[in-house]
T-cell receptor
Framework: SAVISQKPSRDICQRGTSLTIQCQVDSQVTMMFWYRQQPGQSLTLIAT?????????ESGFVIDKFPISRPNLTFSTLTVSNMSPEDSSIYLC????????????FGPGTRLTVT | GEDVEQSLFLSVREGDSSVINCTYTDSSSTYLYWYKQEPGAGLQLLTYIFSNMDMKQDQRLTVLLNKKDKHLSLRIADTQTGDSAIYFC???????????FGKGTKLSVKP
């Protein structure tokens, strides 16, 4: 498996502000992903963040709203910019181990409330 | 696009078996997964099955795959109160090979 931590675990933010979420993995991985889980909903992939290349965003998500950094093989950040109440969600990062890309492991999530 | 469907709720008594069902639409699925999410926690990978298999057993968990009908099920034997959680089915397929998740089935186990 993989040990993944996220900071912060939860936050309450004012509309119009930005929040940066950190994801740390216990070993080097090439593939990292950011998901959003809206209240009572399933997970939706925001983007794939591979070290050494620009993040690849899914339909409906743009870099200006969700900029991502991937400075090394154990760390990534997702920023939620210019927040509105519709951005209230759980944000999860996940990784696939290079030696077994069939398995995807998730962090504990960041619970964001925008007021 | 690809879609994964699950029933939203299941209630069972402690000690009974639970069966959670999932259907998917993607013909090019390679792997299908079951994840468990406890309240306030992230997703825990429970098990997964390769698309050319029809059954996989792992302790109390049995996964059945009917590829012809695109139907996946997760059976939990001797269900315990600690099994109460939301269970997500996910399909890896499509042009990008990303995971597509169902909405999750909330399992409630009554003592």
């Amino acid at each position: 498996s993989a040990v993944i931590s996220q900071k912060p675990s939860r936050d309450i933010c004012q509309r119009g502000t930005s929040l940066t979420i950190q994801c740390q993995v216990d070993s080097q991985v090439t593939m990292m992903f950011w998901y959003r889980q809206q209240p009572g909903q399933s997970l939706t992939l925001i983007a794939t963040a591979n070290q050494g290349s620009e993040a690849t965003y899914e339909s409906g998500f743009v870099i200006d709203k969700f900029p991502i950094s991937r400075p090394n093989l154990t760390f990534s950040t997702l920023t939620v910019s210019n927040m509105s109440p519709e951005d209230s969600s759980i944000y999860l990062c996940s990784v696939e181990r290079d030696e077994n890309p069939r398995e995807q492991y998730f962090g504990p999530g960041t619970r964001l409330t925008v007021t | 696009g690809e879609d994964v469907e699950q029933s939203l709720f299941l209630s069972v008594r402690e000690g009974d078996s639970s069966v959670i069902n999932c259907t998917y639409t993607d013909s090019s699925s390679t792997y299908l997964y079951w994840y468990k999410q406890e309240p306030g926690a992230g997703l825990q990978l429970l098990t997964y099955i390769f698309s050319n298999m029809d059954m996989k057993q792992d302790q109390r968990l049995t996964v059945l795959l009917n590829k012809k009908d695109k139907h996946l099920s997760l059976r939990i034997a001797d269900t315990q109160t600690g099994d109460s959680a939301i269970y997500f089915c996910a399909d890896r397929g499509g042009s990008q090979g990303n995971l597509i998740f169902g909405k999750g089935t909330k399992l409630s186990v009554k003592p």
